[in-house]
């Protein structure tokens, strides 16, 4: 049972940055495609970024692209979402989770993903 643990989240006013991290443990992290999502308040889950196992490919809805920026460490079993240009509407719970496979062609959702950190806060503030 792989366990993951994200940090970096917090307070940071609207067009700044933060970069989240999330930890993964057992000898299999590279392996595995991994992913971020985030969800708000009274809000479905929302898929962010996703990265295949080997960094070569990258995944983003239009709401995040060319401001985010997932990257993943092997050597460090982790894996990472840089956060550019941040809006109060980026606010949300972020999860970090890992997936067993990607389906060619289609963005992923949570149903792709099987294990799921317990979250950190992202707040932007206007």
């Known amino acids: 049972q792989v366990q993951l643990v994200e940090s970096g989240g917090g307070l940071v006013q609207a067009g700044g940055s933060l970069r989240l991290s999330c930890a993964a443990s057992?000898?299999?992290?590279?392996?595995?495609?991994m992913g971020w999502f985030r969800q708000a308040p009274g809000k479905e889950r929302e898929f962010v970024a996703a990265?295949?196992?080997?960094?070569?490919?990258?995944y983003y809805p239009d709401s995040v692209k060319g401001r985010f920026t997932i990257s993943r460490d092997n050597a460090k079993n982790t894996v990472y979402l840089q956060m550019n240009s941040l809006k109060p509407e980026d606010t949300a719970v972020y999860y970090c989770?890992?997936?067993?496979?990607?389906?060619?062609?289609?963005?992923?959702?949570?149903?792709?993903?099987?294990?799921w950190g317990q979250g950190t806060q992202v707040t932007v503030s206007s």
């Open positions: 990265i295949s196992w080997s960094g070569g490919s990258t």
């Open positions: 057992g000898r299999t992290f590279s392996s595995y495609p």
């Open positions: 989770a890992r997936s067993p496979g990607l389906r060619d062609g289609v963005q992923p959702g949570p149903a792709d993903f099987t294990s």
